[in-house]
């Protein structure tokens, strides 16, 4: 479904697949919600007024021009096993989704233990989130997390996944994140270590290497010079190791991945 200036204003509900738009206003009252995997591009600018809602389920969203206001994005993950998760909108508080949200819990005198952590370079190792914790305060932009959902159990109106949602505005320029290095104990020496676990902080599908490899364009060429080691390492689930993503082959990434990478300067989302 292509739709151009047509729609500029939306009230009411409506439910689509994939959309092309010059620009697009949801007012106030107003729902627009997407299929599961639907591709949405505003070739224009982008509003959201206070008391519309714009719901995006594991889909892709571009602004081509400005964009104001939130938008809810859902990502269904796969229950009981750790995953990378990024936030793909701005100033989501960690505390409130953490509260709403069917994180694990610990067991026994680790049940404040909650199922989202982030990477700490300085030790190498995992910082659990701690039930009602205030202390983290949003998602940092860019930044990948670990997160780890409960057992589906039989009162759940659910098969084997749940649904997380993000909500917020979006981020439409580049993030930028300094280097990391700590001094860190590895087999009796201290090295340094430069390993940060960088996210996707878009709604948006981000382009890392492109069909020409080593002489194309992407995430990785245009950070190269700033990476201590060309290569990207993206947590397989599933099988609980890394894919390595170099030159070798084509591959993008989805909104919500994450990946860690070895850094020596600032580097561009």
Known sequence: MKLQSIIQTLTGLFFVLNMNSQNM???SGGNLTTSDGAEITVIGNLVVETGGIFELKNAT??????????????????NSRWSGISSPVKNQNIKDFA??????????????NKGLASYDNTKNNWKIYQYNSNDWGDFTEGEAYLIKLREITGTDDADIFYDVCFEGPILN?????STKSSDIEHNG???PNRLQ???????????????N???GEGLLKYNEDNMEEITLYFYNSSMDNF????????????PTEGFFAKTNDVFTI
């Open 173 to 177: 320029t580049d993030v930028q994140l």
């Open 243 to 254: 894919d390595t993503v170099n030159y070798t082959e084509a591959k993008t990434m989805n």
């Open 213 to 215: 490899g080593v002489n």
């Open 197 to 211: 676990y960088i996210g996707n902080p878009f709604p948006s599908v981000v382009n890392i290497v492109d069909e």
């Open 61 to 78: 969203l571009k602004v081509e021009g400005s964009s104001s206001g939130n938008i809810k994005y859902i990502k269904t993950l796969a």
């Open 25 to 27: 206003n949801i007012a």
């Open 99 to 112: 509260d709403v949200e069917p994180l694990d819990s610990g067991q026994g005198g680790h049940s404040n």
């Open 189 to 191: 020496e201290t090295v």
